[in-house]
C-alpha cells in the first residue's frame, strides 16, 4: 500500500510539471506567490502584483506563455503533444487501469451488442441543476454522441449545445483524474480514513461544524441523503452558490407572491410575445423547450398564408439570440428598459405612480404594444428573466396578471430546486460563518466558489481558515488548490442520479461507462459522510426511488430507465397572485432606480452575463464550447467587453482595444469588441473566463467578470468607468474579423463605424446581394411570389447535357431545407456536427488565421443600420450543389457528385491542392493545414464516431449530409426490405436543432416533410444566380410586422431586403 | 543559320541599326571571348555569388523541410484564401520562363537575328524558371507525397486524374514546356559543347563536355541533322509560349470567383508573362554583361529591342487591367463590380497602388530613348516589373479570394515567414543554377555568333576552328 502510494505520489509530480520552468512569470508562479499569501493580505498582494512589469508584460501578452512560445503554426499540435505526453505519465503507473488492448472474443455475448452497432440508453444531463432527457449513443460500451430524448418535455428529441459538449467533457483529458491530498495523488481509503476520524469528532457536536457547498440541486435522492444526514449530524449547514443560477427571479417571487415559485413559459399558446432584455428563447433551463413552442408559432408558409403567425418585440439594450427572431427590436439604454416596463406597466393599469418619461422611439412604440397586448388577453407572454432587477420582474408578474396570461402563457409552479434559497444569502452565510471559525469541515461538490463567488465575500481567504476543505468536481480547479483534498467527481455519464428539468420532470441518471478515472458520484460522497463508505451510486438511487415508487418497482424503474423518465412528475401550477402592494413599491423602486441613472449623464452600466457557450465557466475546459462562436459576437476562445459604437465613439475606444474597467475600486483588464446592436451606455462582459486553473488550453483566456461582480452587483453594475490603454487585443472571430484595419479609425466620436471597416462593407454587402431574403406577411400574403423576384434564377436546361433523372434511376435525392424563420442562432446544430462528425478543434490561435473546421456555420447578419441593426442568422452547410463549382476543379477526382446527388469528398483520394475551397462560393470547405485531429490521445479516440473517418492533416473536407446516417437508413431498409421511411432519417443538425428549422430528406419523395418546404413559394436558394443549384435551400424569413410600428418612422423602420431591391 | 543564305539580309539595305556584334571582332575573337569565360580561372566573385545563392538555396531546403513535416499550415494560407505566395510564385515562375523561349524559337522564326546573343542565356533561365515553378504544384499540395496522383499513369485503382481540372491541363502544359525547353536548349547546346571540349586542356573537363557533347564534329551532315532539329523543336516550342500561360491562365478563368472568372485572362496571362520574362532577362543579363565584359555581344541593340517588346507587352497588361474594371462595370454584375472596387479601394489598395506604379507607370520610361540605352536604368525599370509581375498575381489570387460571395467567409492573407523563406528560396535554387550555369557552359551561342560576325557573311568558315570537319 505504502509504496503503491509513494509510486503514485511520483507520477503525480512528474505530470504537473510545467513545461516551461523558470520563464519570467506565468500564471503558475503567480498562483504560488499568492498560495503563500494569507487572509485580506492576498488582495493586497494581488495589487502589488499588478504593478509589476511581468505583470503587466503577462496581461499584453496575446496568448498564454505557454501557447506563444511554441513556433508559429504548430501551437495546437505541440499542446497536444504535450497534454498527451503528461496524460500517458499520470496513467503510467498511476491510476488504477491500465488500457489491456487484447482481442479476446466474447465468451458469453453480452445481450444487444452487436459490433458496429451503436445502442442508445435514456438517460438525463444536467445544467446548472436542471436536467435535459437525453438519448446516449454507445458504441461497443464508448459513449460518443448525445441526442435529444423525444419523449423528454425539456428535450423533444434536441438539445442545447451543453448537452452536445457533454461528451467531450467526459473524455477531456484535463479532468481530474485521481484523489489527491495538498495537491498529491492520494486513495479513496486514506481520505475516508482522515474524513471518518473528523466526523466522529464532529458527531459529538451534533455537526455544527459540518457544511456543504453546492449548486443548484433538483435531484430528489441528494435532498433525502442531505435529510439522512441531518439525522447523524443535525447541526449541519447546506449552502448553495449557482453563479449564474435564478437568484433575483428568486428575489422577485418571495417579493410578489411571498414565496419562492418557479416561473414557466408556454410560447405554443402566446400569440403576442414582449422579451424584456431576455433571452428566455436560448438561455435557462426550458430554453430548448421553449423554442420548439416558439417555432411552432413562426411556421410561416407562402402556400398557407392565412396561417396565424405570432408576434415577437424584443426590448433590450444588448443584442440576443432571441431578438434575431423578434418581429421588431427596440434598442434602449438600461434605464430606458427599465423606464419602458414601468411605463408598459402604467399604461396596462397595473402600477401607479408619476408617467414614467421615455425616449422619443419608445414612446412612440410603447401604445401600439400595448394595444397589441391587450388585443390578446390570455394569449399574449411578457418575458423578463433573471437578469432584470426583481422590481422590473415583479412589475412583469403584474402585468401578466392584468393581460390574464397566468395560467395561459405564464405559469406559477412549486420550485423545481429542492429546498430553494437565496444563494447569495446563503453563500455570504457560509463565508460569514468561515470567518468566524464557526466551519470545522467543508465540502464543496461542483462548485468553484474561489473563482465565482462575488468579488466582495473575500471568499479564498474565509476559506482558508477552515480546517478541513474538501472539493468534490470534474476539474482540479481554483477551489481545489485552497482545499486539503480534492476527490474527482464522476461524470454523469459515469454516474447513477436522477434530477428534474424545468417543468418538474424526474430523469434517472444512468451511466453509459465505468468513471474513467477515480470518479465518485455526488451521491456517493454524502454516503460517505452518513458513514455508508461503500454504498455504490446504483444503489443510493435505487433504493431512493424504491421508498418513493409504489407497486411493481422492478417495472416502474426499468419503464423509467427505458423513457428516461418518470411519468406525471411534472410540477401542478400553483394558485399564486401578486401582492398590489408589491407591484406599486417596484414601480416606486424602478422610478427611483430611473432617475437616478438619469441623473449621471453618460454612464456606462456593466452587463454580467452567462457566456453563450461556457456559461459561468464550468465548460470553460470543454474545447467544443470554446470554439463554437458566441452567436452575437462570433467570438471563440475569449470573452470581452462588449459596447456599441456609440459608447466607443464617446469614449474614445478602438476595436479590440484593451482596457482597464472599474468599478466601486476593483479594476479588471479587458479588452474592447465594438459590436452592433448594443445600446449606449451598457457594457457587457460575459462570465466563466479569466480562469487560472481550468488546464493550460484555457487558462489565462478571456477576462475574469467575477473580480468585478460583487454581492450587490450580481448581473448589473452601473456607473464603470472604462479606461482605454491604446494598443490591440488579438481576438479570434470566424466572422468579420478585420474590422480593423492599418489607418482606418473605426468607430467615429459620434459613434459611427467607419465605411471602409469590413463590418460595415460586409453588412452592406449581405443586404445587396440578397443572402437572406426577408419580407412581411402583409408583403408575402399580397405576393406569395415576392421572394422569387430578388434574384435572377437561371434556367435548368442552359447545358448541353440532360440533367440526371435521379427518381426514373430509381436513386433518392438527398437535400436539406433551413426555415430562416425560426433559426435562433444557438449553434447546437454546431456541436452536433461537430460531435457526430469527429471534427477537430484548431485552437485560438488557428482561428486567428481563418481555419476553423465547423462544418456547418451560422453566419450572422447585420441589416439596416449598424447602430441599430436587425441581426439575421443563417445556417450554412454545405450545399451540395447540382452543378458543384469543387467537383469540376479537383485534379484528382477526389470530391464527385453521387447518384444520390451528394457531393461526397473521398478524403483517401484528395491531395490537398483547396482548389475546390476556392472555387466555392459559399465557402463550406474546410481544410486541414496541420494535423488537427488527434489520433494518439487514448481518451479522445474513445469520443470519436467510429462511423466517420478521421481526416489527416492536408485533407479537404466538409459537410456530407450525415452521410453514415443515409448509409445506416439504406442498409436497414434493404435489409427490411422496405423504403426508407419518410423523415425518419435524420442529419446530425437537423436533430438536435430545437426548433425544428431544418428539414431533410429525400425530395424527390413527396412524404418527405423536405419535399414539401421545398414546395413552397418562400424556398430560395443561396446565391442561385451562379446556377450552382443548390440541394440546400432556405425558406425566407417574413416577419409579422406590427403596422403601427411600421408608420411610425418609415425611415426608421428596419430596411428589409425587399425595401431594397 | 537559315539566316545565312538569306539575300535579304544585309545591314546596308535597311536604315543605320546598331550591330549586334560590335566591330573588329573575327569569329576566333568571338570563340575565345566566350569560351574563355568557362575555361579560365573562376573568378573570385562568382565564390561569393554562388556562396550567396547556395546560402539562399540552404533556405529553401530548410523551408521545404519544416513544409514536409508539419505541413502546409506553416504557410499564410487560409480560408477563404487557399492559394496564396504557393501559386503566386508559380505562375511568376512560369512568367519569367516565357522570355526564353519566346526569344529562341518565336524570335527564330522571325529571323530577328539580334536575339542569337541572348536566346541561350534566356532559355537557361526559363529551365531554371521552370524548374522554381514546377515545384510549386508539388509542394503546395496538402499531402505532397501523393502529388503523383495527378499525372495519368495506370494503377491498380484504375483511376485517372480528373481531367476537366486546369490543374491537370497545368500538368500537361507545364511538363511538356519543361521538356521542350530542355531539349531546344540542349540541342542548341551541341556544337558549342564541342568547342568546349576540343578547347579545354583538362582531361577530365574534355570528358565531361565531350560526353554531352554526343560526338559532334561539325559534319555537314551534323549540321544539317541539327538544322533541321532546332528548326523542328523552334516549331513546337512556338505554340507553347502562347499555351503554357494560357492554361495557366484557366487554373483562375474556369473558377467562378469574381476576379478570376474573365475571359480576358489567356491573352493577358501571356502577355504578362513575356513582359516578365523580358525584364528578368534584363535583371540578369545587365549585371553578367557587366561582369564578364560581354558588351560586344550583348549590345545596345539588345537593350534597345528587349525594351520595345517590354514596353508593348506592358501595354497589353495595363489594357487588360484596364479592361478587367471596364467589364465589372460594363457586365452590371454586382460581384464583379465589388471585386473591382475592392482591388482598388479595399484593404489591399496599397498592393494595388503599388503594383501600378510597377507595372503601368514606371515602364513608361521606356518611350525615352535614352532611358532605353542606359543599361542603369533598365535595370532600374525591370526590378520594377519583377515586382510588379509578382504583386499582379498577389492581387490575382488571395486578393480575388479574400472577399468572395458571402461576406460571412470573407477573410485576410498574409504570407508568414515561411511563405518568405520558400519564395527566396526558390529565388537561391534559381540562382545557384544560373551560376553553375555561366561558369560551365557558354552563356552565349559561340556558333551561332560566329556567323553575326560581318566576315562570316560569305559563309565560308562556318565551322570554326574547332569545329572543321576531319580531312
Redesign the interface.
Known amino acids: 500500500m505504502d509504496s503503491d502510494h509513494g509510486v503514485k505520489g511520483k507520477c503525480g509530480a512528474e505530470a504537473s510539471r510545467r513545461p516551461d520552468a523558470g520563464a519570467p512569470l506565468d500564471l503558475e508562479e503567480l498562483r504560488e506567490k499568492l498560495r503563500q499569501k494569507r487572509g485580506p493580505e492576498l488582495w493586497r498582494s494581488l495589487d502589488e502584483l499588478a504593478g509589476t512589469p511581468e505583470f503587466e508584460d503577462m496581461l499584453h501578452r496575446e496568448f498564454p506563455r505557454h501557447a506563444s512560445e511554441w513556433p ?3 501551437s495546437r ?1 505541440s499542446f497536444l503533444q504535450l497534454a498527451s505526453a503528461s496524460l500517458a505519465l499520470a496513467g503510467l503507473t498511476g491510476c488504477t487501469r491500465q488500457p489491456v488492448e487484447k482481442i479476446v472474443p466474447y465468451v458469453k455475448k453480452p445481450e444487444q451488442i452487436i459490433p458496429g452497432k451503436p445502442l442508445f440508453y435514456a438517460t438525463a444531463l444536467t445544467q446548472a441543476g436542471y436536467a435535459t432527457g437525453v438519448l446516449a449513443e454507445s458504441h461497443m460500451g464508448r459513449p460518443t454522441k448525445i441526442e435529444g430524448n423525444p419523449d423528454h418535455p425539456a428535450s423533444l428529441g434536441a438539445t442545447d449545445i451543453f448537452a452536445q459538449a457533454a461528451v467531450l467533457t467526459l473524455y477531456d483529458p484535463a479532468r481530474s483524474q485521481s484523489i489527491s491530498h495538498a495537491g498529491r495523488a492520494a486513495t479513496w481509503d486514506t481520505f475516508t480514513a482522515e474524513l471518518s476520524k473528523t466526523l466522529l469528532a464532529q458527531q459529538a457536536l451534533g455537526g455544527v461544524g459540518i457544511r456543504l457547498l453546492t449548486g443548484t440541486v433538483t435531484s430528489l435522492t441528494l435532498a433525502d441523503q442531505i435529510q439522512q444526514l441531518r439525522t447523524r449530524f443535525p447541526q449541519l449547514r447546506w449552502h448553495r452558490w449557482e453563479p449564474a443560477g435564478g437568484r433575483q427571479a428568486f428575489v422577485a417571487s418571495m417579493r410578489a407572491f411571498g414565496r419562492p415559485v418557479e416561473t414557466r413559459y408556454d410560447f405554443a399558446k402566446a400569440d403576442v410575445v414582449l422579451a424584456i432584455d431576455s433571452d428566455a428563447l436560448t438561455q435557462g433551463p426550458g430554453s430548448v423547450r421553449y423554442q420548439r413552442d416558439f417555432a411552432a408559432r413562426r411556421r410561416v408558409r407562402a402556400n398557407q398564408p392565412e396561417q396565424p403567425v405570432s408576434r415577437v418585440y424584443c426590448v433590450e439594450s444588448q443584442p440576443t439570440n432571441t431578438s434575431t427572431v423578434a418581429d421588431h427590436r427596440l434598442q434602449l439604454a438600461p434605464a430606458d428598459v427599465e423606464a419602458f416596463v414601468l411605463a408598459l406597466a402604467q399604461a396596462l393599469g397595473v402600477a401607479g405612480g408619476a408617467p414614467a418619461t421615455l425616449p422619443q422611439k419608445a414612446a412612440d412604440w410603447l401604445p401600439a404594444v400595448a394595444r397589441d397586448l391587450q388585443a390578446a388577453p390570455g394569449r399574449s407572454l411578457v418575458l423578463g428573466d433573471e437578469y432584470c432587477s426583481p422590481a422590473v420582474q415583479i412589475l412583469i408578474h403584474g402585468i401578466n396578471q392584468r393581460l390574464g396570461n397566468v395560467g395561459a402563457t405564464v405559469l406559477y409552479t412549486e420550485p423545481v430546486e429542492v429546498d430553494p434559497v437565496d444563494h447569495l444569502v446563503s453563500i455570504t452565510e457560509l463565508v460569514r460563518d468561515m470567518n468566524a471559525g464557526r466551519v470545522e469541515v467543508l465540502l464543496m461538490a461542483g462548485v468553484n466558489p474561489v473563482y465565482d463567488a462575488p468579488a466582495d465575500l473575500g471568499f479564498a481567504a474565509a476559506l482558508d481558515k477552515v480546517p478541513l476543505r474538501i472539493h468534490h468536481g470534474l476539474y482540479d480547479d481554483e477551489t481545489s488548490a485552497h482545499c486539503h483534498w480534492h476527490i474527482p467527481a464522476a461524470h454523469e455519464l459515469e454516474s447513477w442520479g436522477d434530477a428534474r428539468s424545468f417543468d418538474g420532470t424526474v430523469s434517472i441518471i444512468q451511466p453509459l461507462i465505468e468513471p474513467l478515472f477515480e470518479g465518485k458520484s455526488l451521491y456517493e460522497v454524502l454516503a460517505l459522510l452518513a458513514n455508508q463508505p461503500d454504498a455504490t451510486g446504483y444503489d443510493i438511487v435505487r433504493q431512493h426511488w424504491q421508498r418513493l415508487l409504489p407497486g411493481d418497482f422492478e417495472g416502474a424503474w426499468s419503464k423509467a430507465l427505458h423513457d428516461g423518465l418518470l411519468p406525471n412528475t411534472q410540477m401542478p401550477p400553483v394558485g399564486v397572485a401578486v401582492a398590489g402592494g408589491a407591484v406599486q413599491q417596484a414601480a416606486a423602486e424602478v422610478a427611483s432606480s430611473v432617475q437616478q441613472a438619469r441623473a449621471q449623464q453618460g454612464r456606462v452600466t456593466l452587463y454580467f452575463r452567462p457566456d453563450p457557450t461556457i456559461w459561468d465557466g464550468r465548460y470553460a475546459s470543454n474545447v467544443w464550447l470554446q470554439e463554437l462562436p458566441k452567436p452575437m459576437t462570433k467570438l471563440v476562445w475569449d470573452n470581452a467587453l462588449v459596447i456599441g459604437p456609440a459608447t466607443a465613439g464617446r469614449l474614445g475606444l478602438g476595436h479590440e482595444e484593451p482596457v482597464e474597467v472599474t468599478f466601486k475600486d476593483r479594476k479588471l483588464r479587458a479588452a474592447a469588441w465594438i459590436q452592433p446592436g448594443v445600446a449606449d451606455g451598457v457594457a457587457v462582459l460575459t462570465l466563466g473566463y479569466g480562469r487560472d486553473r481550468a488546464g493550460d488550453r484555457v487558462s489565462g483566456q478571456g477576462f475574469n467578470a467575477y473580480a468585478l461582480r460583487t454581492s450587490d452587483a450580481l448581473w448589473t453594475a452601473p456607473g464603470i468607468e472604462i479606461r482605454g490603454l491604446g494598443g490591440r487585443y488579438l481576438f479570434a472571430s470566424t ?4 474590422t480593423l ?1 492599418s489607418g482606418i479609425q473605426e468607430v467615429s466620436k459620434d459613434g459611427r463605424i467607419s465605411d ?1 471597416s ?1 463590418m460595415r ?3 452592406e ?2 443586404q ?2 440578397h ?1 437572406i431574403r426577408v419580407g412581411t406577411l402583409q408583403e408575402m400574403r399580397q405576393d406569395p411570389e415576392f421572394v422569387q423576384k430578388h434574384r435572377e434564377k437561371p434556367e435548368t436546361d442552359m447545358t448541353m447535357f440532360p440533367p440526371y433523372d435521379y427518381k426514373s434511376n430509381g436513386k433518392h435525392a438527398w437535400g436539406m431545407a433551413i426555415d430562416l424563420n425560426v433559426c435562433t442562432g444557438c449553434s447546437s446544430c454546431v456541436v452536433a456536427c461537430q460531435a457526430e462528425n469527429n471534427i477537430p478543434v484548431v485552437g485560438k490561435e ?1 482561428v486567428t ?4 473546421m465547423h462544418w456547418l ?1 451560422i ?3 447585420f441589416h439596416g443600420d449598424l447602430e441599430e441593426p436587425t441581426i439575421h442568422n ?1 445556417p ?1 452547410p454545405c450545399m451540395h450543389c447540382e452543378n458543384a ?1 469543387c467537383e ?6 477526389a470530391t464527385a457528385h453521387s447518384d444520390e446527388g451528394l457531393n461526397d469528398m473521398v478524403y483517401n ?7 475546390c ?3 466555392c ?3 463550406v ?7 488537427f485531429s488527434e489520433r494518439e490521445s487514448p481518451l479522445y479516440r474513445m469520443l470519436y464516431n467510429p462511423d466517420v473517418t478521421v481526416r ?5 473536407e466538409k459537410c456530407t449530409y450525415c452521410v453514415q446516417r443515409i448509409e445506416q437508413a439504406k442498409i436497414e431498409s434493404k435489409v427490411d426490405s422496405q423504403p426508407i421511411p419518410p423523415n425518419r432519417l435524420q442529419t446530425a443538425c437537423q436533430q438536435a436543432c430545437p426548433t425544428q428549422a431544418i428539414a431533410f430528406g429525400d425530395i424527390n419523395d413527396e412524404q418527405w416533410e423536405v419535399t414539401r418546404w421545398k414546395a413552397d413559394k418562400l424556398n430560395y436558394g ?2 442561385e444566380e ?1 446556377n450552382t443549384r443548390p440541394r440546400t435551400t432556405y425558406l425566407a424569413k417574413v416577419l409579422n410586422k406590427n403596422e403601427a410600428i411600421e408608420k411610425l418612422a418609415p425611415a426608421e423602420a428596419e430596411r428589409t431586403e425587399h425595401g431594397h431591391s | 543559320m537559315a539566316t545565312l543564305d538569306d539575300a535579304s539580309y544585309s545591314p546596308a539595305a535597311k536604315p543605320y541599326k546598331p550591330p549586334v556584334v560590335a566591330p573588329g571582332h573575327t569569329p576566333a575573337t568571338v570563340t575565345d571571348k566566350i569560351s574563355s569565360v568557362v575555361l579560365q580561372r573562376t573568378p573570385k566573385w562568382w565564390y561569393v555569388a554562388f556562396g550567396v545563392s547556395f546560402f539562399l538555396l540552404m533556405i529553401f531546403m530548410m523551408a521545404v523541410t519544416k513544409l514536409f513535416l ?5 504557410w ?8 496564396g505566395f504557393d501559386i503566386i510564385n508559380f505562375v511568376w515562375w512560369i512568367g519569367i520562363g516565357h522570355a526564353g523561349t519566346l526569344i529562341s524559337a518565336i524570335l527564330l522564326l522571325l529571323r530577328q537575328e539580334w536575339r542569337t546573343s541572348i536566346n541561350r542565356f534566356a532559355e537557361a533561365m526559363t529551365l531554371f524558371a521552370v524548374a522554381c515553378a514546377g515545384m510549386y504544384p508539388v509542394l ?5 507525397w ?2 503523383y ?2 499525372l495519368p499513369y495506370p494503377n491498380t485503382m484504375g ?4 481531367f ?5 491541363w497545368d ?1 500537361f502544359a507545364v511538363s511538356t514546356y519543361a521538356t521542350v525547353s530542355l531539349m531546344f536548349w540542349y540541342v542548341g547546346l551541341v556544337p558549342d559543347l564541342a568547342t568546349l571540349r576540343d578547347r579545354s586542356k583538362h582531361k577530365l573537363a574534355k570528358i565531361a563536355y565531350g560526353i554531352p557533347a554526343m560526338g559532334w564534329r561539325g559534319s555537314v551532315k551534323h549540321w544539317h541533322n541539327y538544322e533541321v532539329a532546332y528548326l523542328l523543336l523552334a516549331g513546337l516550342s512556338t505554340p507553347l509560349v502562347l499555351s503554357v500561360h494560357t492554361v495557366v491562365s484557366f ?1 483562375f478563368a ?4 469574381p476576379g478570376w472568372h474573365a475571359t480576358i485572362f489567356p491573352p493577358y496571362f501571356v502577355a504578362g508573362a513575356v513582359y516578365a520574362g523580358f525584364a528578368m532577362v534584363l535583371t540578369l543579363a545587365l549585371p553578367l554583361r557587366a561582369a564578364f565584359g560581354l558588351h560586344d555581344f550583348i549590345t545596345q541593340r539588345h537593350l534597345q529591342n528587349m525594351a520595345k517588346v517590354m514596353l508593348a507587352t506592358g501595354l497589353i497588361v495595363v489594357y487588360g487591367y484596364a479592361m478587367e474594371i471596364f467589364f465589372a462595370w460594363y457586365s452590371g454584375n ?2 464583379e463590380a ?1 471585386m473591382a472596387m475592392n482591388r482598388v ?3 489591399y489598395k496599397y498592393h494595388w497602388m503599388t503594383l501600378i506604379l510597377c507595372n503601368a507607370i514606371v515602364p513608361q520610361l521606356l518611350w525615352i530613348r535614352k532611358i532605353r540605352n542606359s543599361p542603369f536604368w533598365l535595370f532600374f525599370v525591370s526590378m520594377f516589373i519583377n515586382v510588379g509581375m509578382w504583386l499582379e498575381r498577389y492581387i490575382i489570387i488571395p486578393v480575388s ?1 479574400h472577399r ?9 492573407y498574409r504570407g ?3 511563405d518568405w523563406a520558400t519564395f527566396i528560396g526558390t529565388i537561391g535554387l534559381f540562382l545557384s543554377l544560373l551560376f553553375l550555369f555561366v561558369r560551365l557552359l557558354p552563356m552565349i551561342s559561340i556558333f551561332e555568333m560566329r556567323t553575326l560576325v560581318p566576315d562570316a557573311k560569305g559563309g565560308t568558315n562556318l565551322g570554326g576552328e574547332t569545329t572543321e570537319m576531319p580531312r
Request: aromatic residues 10%; contains cysteine.
Open positions: 508559429e503554426g504548430v499540435r466572422q468579420n474579423h478585420h484595419q471602409d469590413e462593407v460586409a453588412s454587402e449581405a445587396k446581394r443572402l488557428q488565421r481563418g481555419r476553423e456555420r453566419d450572422r447578419y443563417q450554412v463549382p469540376v476543379v479537383c485534379p484528382v477526382a483520394r484528395c491531395v490537398g491542392t483547396r482548389y475551397s476556392n472555387n462560393p459559399y465557402k470547405r474546410r481544410f486541414n493545414f496541420l494535423r489527416m492533416r492536408g485533407v479537404m443561396l446565391l451562379l | 508539419t505541413g502546409v499550415g506553416i499564410g494560407i487560409n480560408q477563404p484564401a487557399g492559394w503546395h499540395t496538402g499531402r505532397p501523393l502529388a496522383w495527378l483511376l485517372w486524374p480528373q476537366r481540372s486546369p490543374l491537370i500538368v487554373d474556369i473558377g467562378i470567383i454586382h460581384y465589388f479601394l479595399g484593404p479570394l468572395d460571395f458571402l461576406p460571412s467567409s470573407w477573410g485576410m508568414t515567414i515561411w
